[in-house]
């Protein structure tokens, strides 16, 4: 594990704090935000602003298997994937690893290794690394075992989904694709489309399933939400259960149900930065400017989170300080992490140090610990320290 930086006072930056950009310095020590006198490091021209918290992010499956055909060690993978996000502000992380009858790297099994091994590496990870369960709502026979595996591992994080539909149309109008999911899997598609039917034909156990899991849920702190809504109905009945939290509704009204319920919206940060969605559903801007969208999530790529504020900033639909809430402030209130989101005292020194002028992201500190360090705030940050460090010797 990296060390926690020595007590320093940043100053000269423009700091996002209580909610509004501040001429102010940040002190850290202790891997807290703390006052007092301390030695300084001069981030003139620099903004500071919270850690940014990703409660969604699967690109780790890229730096786990490159290449379809050709995967690494989980341990390289998560290694990549930590200074990856922290390279972009990124200072706890969520990473979105399926429970489904799909089999390959979305089984159960895949699941608890991934589980096992993100376990092992957090505690040497440069940043917060979490792990959320993305449960296919029709493996009904899984729920002891889903449940072992909450337990043994301090998973908090868990959404519902369910890719059946998906498949149906794919043999319908795209067996291409239904293919291309079917080798991944390391089958043929008519053997995928056997487990298909399987599990459709296990509906009607599917609603008393998954409010075991959500009493469960409920007992061990875990929260959970839904993937995917398509309408508002399917968002109801997924709140009457627990499930207040709507993770990429595919539509407004699934949104705005969402919304007069009180159940968070999340959305996909890449669908601001592109414009719309790449699967042709609602565009994440459009809720956010009628807001129904409380926090913006990496998705597949971590550069679209910090990308998607500064989009919204440019496009007159949010101030900074709203638009970076959206990545920092309400997630930690989702996932109910009281200890982040702003920059407080006594609150874990997350800070994402971003250049002014060109908005790229320079120094990334999570819970006191140095993450990412580039560019000139590197030359700065070396000339205070190195006399620092001499001094202690």
């Known amino acids: 594990m990296s060390h926690i930086l020595p007590p320093l006072r940043f100053t000269g930056a423009t700091v996002l704090r209580d909610g509004e950009l501040q001429q102010r310095s940040v002190a850290v020590a202790d891997g807290r935000i703390t006052k007092g006198p301390l030695p300084e490091v001069d981030l003139s021209g620099y903004l500071i602003l919270p850690g940014i918290i990703d409660l969604h992010g699967d690109a780790f499956e890229r730096h786990v298997a490159p290449r379809p055909t050709a995967p690494f060690s989980l341990n390289i993978g998560l290694s990549s994937v930590a200074r990856d996000a922290a390279s972009h502000g990124v200072t706890t992380a969520w990473l979105a ?39 296919e709502t029709h493996l009904v026979d899984s729920g002891p075992a889903l449940l072992n595996a909450v337990r043994e591992f301090g998973i908090d994080y868990v959404v519902f989904n369910n890719h059946l539909p998906e498949a149906m149309e794919l043999m319908q109008n795209d067996p291409a694709r239904l293919a291309h999911w079917a080798r991944e899997a390391g089958r043929t598609p008519e053997d995928h489309m056997t487990l298909v039917e399987t599990a459709m034909a296990r509906g009607r156990e ?21 993937h995917d809504d398509p309408d508002g109905e399917t968002r109801e009945r997924y709140s009457m259960i627990g499930a207040r939290l709507a993770e990429f509704p595919t539509s407004r009204s699934a949104a705005a149900a969402a919304h007069a319920m009180g159940d968070p919206v999340i959305m996909g940060a890449p669908n601001v930065v592109r414009g719309g969605s790449q699967a042709g559903n ?12 409380d926090a913006l999530v990496s998705d597949y790529y971590y550069p679209a989170l910090a990308e998607a504020a500064w989009t919204l900033v440019d496009a007159g639909i949010l101030s900074l300080p709203k ?10 209130q989702i996932l109910r992490l009281p200890d982040r989101g702003r920059i407080d005292y006594g609150r874990r020194a997350d800070l994402c140090v971003v250049n002014a002028e060109t908005r790229q992201v320079e120094m990334t500190i999570s ?26 010797e």
């Open 97 to 135: 690893q399926s429970w489904s009858w799909e089999g390959g790297r979305r089984s159960p099994e895949r699941a608890v290794e991934v589980m096992r091994a993100v376990g092992r590496f957090r505690r040497r990870a440069s940043i917060d690394l979490r792990l959320q369960v993305r449960c």
């Open 282 to 293: 609602i565009a994440a801007a459009d809720l956010v400017r009628q807001g129904l969208c």
């Open 206 to 226: 599917v609603p008393r399933h998954l409010c075991r899991l959500a009493e469960a849920f409920d007992g061990l702190g875990v929260v959970y939400g839904s």
């Open 367 to 392: 819970g006191g610990r140095l993450a990412y360090l580039t560019g000139e705030a590197a030359h700065r940050f070396a000339h205070r320290i190195s006399p620092m460090s001499l001094a202690a």
């Open 323 to 332: 638009a970076w809430a959206l990545i920092s402030t309400n997630p930690a």
